[in-house]
């Protein structure tokens, strides 16, 4: 046999070679056992999902490590860990005919409301009213003034009545003499010349407490949630339109958007299981190879990647992790990756039985591991890596993302190599089984047809190697990037809870009442002071209040009367009290230099103050320390503004409050805001994007050198990969896709995918080059995409096919995987099909150009790394 000249392949691939060829003999050698063995693995592993509950971390899951606002959470947390976990209920009630509020009918249902969650909606034996201590009357002024209502009712009918003592104006109404504050509660409102109150949109109902002691962080989920189903689902009304906001509901609709998902998973395994049967087929006819168990083999290279992301997810549980719901695209993203592997592996068996020296089973599983294996390991190193790094971002949620992908693909290719392997080895012995009967039968099997794509890709081949070809697709290639990067530069950085939920969630609502209505006419900034000191001291009393009056001073403030302090309270307390304790001093005969001595805000002192029904709810704002002296305590201040429901308002104002509460060191003082996790979340998700991605492809360019030490190839496998990018992140960019977590960690995916495209052609068309160095480079490219042209736009049409069906699921984390898995497959095929073998082929010629006389290569029968399949002397 006439020896043909190549050049050995890299030490890497020639390990790989090695490490397949044994793999591919013991698995041939005992496929029923490694079968059944991986089958049991992932049936072990995977039973641990049925048993895992869904669970978001919506407090900080969303926010980068390290961020402020943590600190904030924490110290707002531990503010009320003293009575366990606190319960916060909030009910958002408008008008189902979008009129006022404000009338009597709608706030006596308010009130019935109130006092039916007060008293009726109880868990455990307890109502509202039972455990409430602190903040029991914060609706109370809902109450007056639906009275007050009442009232001018009746005196309208009544000529005769007195005067009314309620002023029922707003913000402030009047009743006895004393001013209720309506703000809390009422929002969306007009008012007229005298104040009084023309149309009020929202009347929020405000439910806080802390739980009793025998309650546990679930008692008090199961609380909360109970009141969200009753208004949600059960609460009959003609009138009201009642929306129930809390964490424990949040986590509950986020877990929905996640649960709505999955059915959609069986629909898209369906299509694409539809769409390789059909696919093989055409491929088997082609070659005559059809039969049933061609069915098999298409069908379970489906089924493999599916059990691989189950094996993988339920390791995870079994290990503490979260189940979280953007787990929930993981078998998408993973059947997308492992079925193009299994095609590789179905066209790499045809190809061998196409060759004319029967081979063994053996010799067949072993040579198609060898042939497919480094195009396998190429990808899944490249897209393990993708997500390694994905881990180390700042965010909890794309690091648990990350972190499943990552372990779902290594289970996927060992599932590749073994089971799905085991898989061919066994159906191959039906085939064989099948060609003996047909020539037992003398009915030997037809020649295969000639390859309907040769003429095709011959003439393909050469437009591609052509020169003229090359200067318009560099054109082209240049105005591609210029208009994607002007649109990735263009991306907003936008972060809300609106993209967590499905788009029939009460959550929807409740968001956009609360952002066009409350957050501009009452938001409401949290002060903690860590270490207030001795009170009693002046200097240190003028500090505390200087930090209050600081917050004040804002031109958006509502003004002091809106503000919760409770030492303004208490000296008020104090001064009306001034002449009984004078007698108290003349009568147990003390004198003033005594009393001075005394704390005057210690946790004696202050006792009748706590005591007084009017200032009971401070004792929510204050904790004692031991010795009964005040250790923490929480005051907040009230502003407006009609911008106030922007991210980029209130991130400002964010940063404005926390330099108020840094100007004040001594006292230690740390703010809270509900928004601060997302809005810290906006600093770092443009640079972790960034730093992510640049790090990303560095690996995929080590990667890629690993398996093609050449440096023009790595170049334009790596140069592809960061085109496929870019044209993602610029395109999503312009298709109303903001960066967020979501299409951050959309983003890290779309790096390690877009792998896949040129990786395949670039290292067919390298191998090539070794395995005969003379060709040129029209022929190389046509030998490249006949081997692997055929699987890659099986792998991306099945992928586009299996994506779609999730527009179903009306929900923004569903739109940007598909519309990022429709971009990178798209731009994929258009790189690996197009432009890399485009610039394959320009800079070889360039470089054959420059070196006109390579040196050339030593003469071997066969190359090693492909060994068993290429010639008829390595067989025997």
């Not at 790094?389 to 648990?400: A, D, H, N």
């Not at 305590?633 to 502003?639: E, G, H, K, N, P």
Request: net charge negative; with cysteine.
């Amino acid at each position: 046999m006439a020896a043909k000249t190549s050049i050995d392949p890299p030490l890497f691939v020639q390990f790989l070679n090695v490490a397949f060829r044994n793999i591919g003999y013991y698995v041939a050698d005992n496929d029923k056992a490694v079968l059944i063995i991986t089958l049991l693995i992932s049936l072990i592993f995977s039973s641990k999902i049925a048993f895992t509950k869904q669970e978001d971390d919506i407090k900080t899951g969303y926010t980068p490590y390290g961020a402020r606002s943590l600190t904030e959470i924490s110290y707002f947390s531990n503010f009320f860990s003293s009575s366990g976990e606190p319960i916060a209920v909030f009910l958002f009630i408008v008008a189902k005919d979008n009129s006022s509020m404000a009338e009597r009918e709608k706030l006596q249902e308010v009130v019935n409301i109130l006092d039916y969650v007060g008293s009726n909606l109880t868990h455990k034996g307890h109502a509202f009213y039972d455990i409430c201590t602190d903040f029991c009357q914060i609706n109370e002024p809902i109450r007056h003034f639906t009275n007050g209502l009442t009232m001018e009712s009746a005196l309208s009918d009544n000529l005769d009545a007195q005067p009314s003592r309620f002023g029922l104006t707003f913000p402030l109404m009047q009743i006895l003499g004393k001013e209720l504050d309506l703000s809390p509660n009422l929002f969306g409102v007009r008012t007229r010349k005298d104040d009084s109150i023309e149309y009020a949109k929202i009347v929020m109902l405000h439910f806080r407490a802390n739980s009793p002691q025998n309650w546990t962080k679930e008692d008090v989920a199961e609380y909360e949630r109970s009141i969200s189903h009753f208004f949600h689902k059960k609460y009959p009304s003609g009138r009201l339109n009642v929306y129930a906001m809390s964490l424990t509901f949040t986590g509950d609709e986020i877990v929905r958007t996640g649960l709505t998902i999955f059915p959609f998973i069986a629909v898209g395994f369906l299509i694409m299981t539809a769409f390789s049967i059909v696919t093989v087929y055409f491929s088997c006819k082609r070659a005559n190879q059809w039969s049933m168990n061609k069915v098999t083999q298409a069908v379970l290279g489906c089924v493999c990647p599916m059990l691989a992301t189950s094996s993988a997810l339920g390791l995870l549980f079994w290990c503490g992790f979260r189940f979280g719901t953007i787990l929930c695209v993981t078998p998408f993203l993973i059947l997308a990756i492992g079925v193009d592997d299994a095609y590789l592996q179905i066209h790499a068996c045809l190809r061998l039985s196409d060759e004319p020296n029967t081979l063994t089973k053996r010799e067949k599983i072993s040579s198609m591991l060898v042939e497919v294996g480094p195009s396998i390991a190429i990808t899944s190193m490249t897209n393990l890596f993708a997500f390694l790094v994905g881990i180390y971002t700042p965010t909890p949620e794309i690091s648990l993302f990350c972190a499943g992908n990552a372990v779902a693909i290594v289970f996927d290719f060992v599932y590749q190599i073994t089971m799905y392997t085991a898989i061919l080895s066994l159906t191959e012995n039906a085939q064989m089984r099948r060609d003996s009967s047909l020539k037992r039968t003398a009915k030997p099997l037809a020649p295969p047809k000639p390859e309907m794509y040769e003429s095709f890709l011959d003439g393909y081949s050469q437009w591609i190697a052509n020169p003229f070809t090359h200067i318009a697709l560099f054109s082209v290639f240049c105005v591609y990037l210029l208009v994607t990067i002007r649109g990735a530069l263009g991306i907003r950085i936008l972060l809300s809870p609106d993209k967590l939920v499905i788009a029939d969630s009460p959550l929807l609502q409740i968001n956009y009442l609360r952002d066009q209505f409350v957050l501009p006419n009452y938001t409401t900034v949290n002060i903690l002071v860590q270490n207030p000191g001795n009170l009693s001291d002046p200097e240190r009393l003028k500090s505390v209040y200087s930090l209050i009056e600081s917050y004040e001073n804002y031109p958006e403030c509502l003004g002091p009367k809106f503000s919760h302090f409770f030492a303004r309270d208490y000296e008020s307390f104090e001064a009306t009290s001034e002449e009984e304790l004078e007698s108290e001093i003349e009568r147990k005969d003390l004198n003033a230099t005594s009393l001075s001595k005394v704390d005057g805000f210690s946790k004696t002192s202050m006792h009748s103050f706590l005591s007084w029904p009017e200032f009971q709810h401070w004792n929510g704002f204050v904790k004692f320390d031991e010795d009964g002296r005040i250790s923490r305590f929480w005051a907040t201040v009230s502003y407006h503004g009609a911008d106030f429901g922007d991210f980029q308002v209130r991130k400002t104002l964010l940063h404005r409050w926390r330099d108020t509460a840094d100007a004040f060191p001594a006292l230690n003082v740390s703010i809270f805001d509900d928004y601060a996790p997302f809005v810290d979340q906006l600093e770092t998700i443009l640079p972790a994007t960034l730093s992510t991605s640049l790090c990303t492809l560095a690996c995929m360019a080590v990667v890629c050198f690993l398996f093609m030490q050449n440096v023009f190839t790595v170049f334009v496998a790596t140069l592809a990969i960061t085109s496929i990018c870019i044209g993602v992140f610029g395109f999503l960019a312009m298709w109303s896709i903001d960066l967020d977590p979501i299409s951050m960690a959309t983003t890290i995916m779309s790096i390690g995918f877009s792998v896949d495209f040129p990786a395949h052609i670039t290292f067919h068309y390298f191998r090539e080059g070794l395995h005969d160095p003379q060709s040129p480079p029209s022929k190389r490219v046509a030998r490249a995409l006949a081997a692997i042209g055929y699987p890659l736009l099986q792998c991306g049409i099945s992928t586009i096919l299996f994506v779609v069906c999730l527009l179903f699921v009306t929900t923004y984390m569903s739109e940007v995987f598909v519309k990022t898995m429709v971009l990178v497959v798209s731009l994929g095929l258009i790189h690996g099909l197009v432009v890399v073998p485009a610039f394959l082929c320009a800079f070889t010629a360039i470089h054959k150009s420059v070196f006109p006389d390579p040196m050339v290569p030593s003469q071997r029968s066969c190359p090693a790394w492909l060994e068993g399949f290429h010639c008829k002397m390595c067989r025997e």
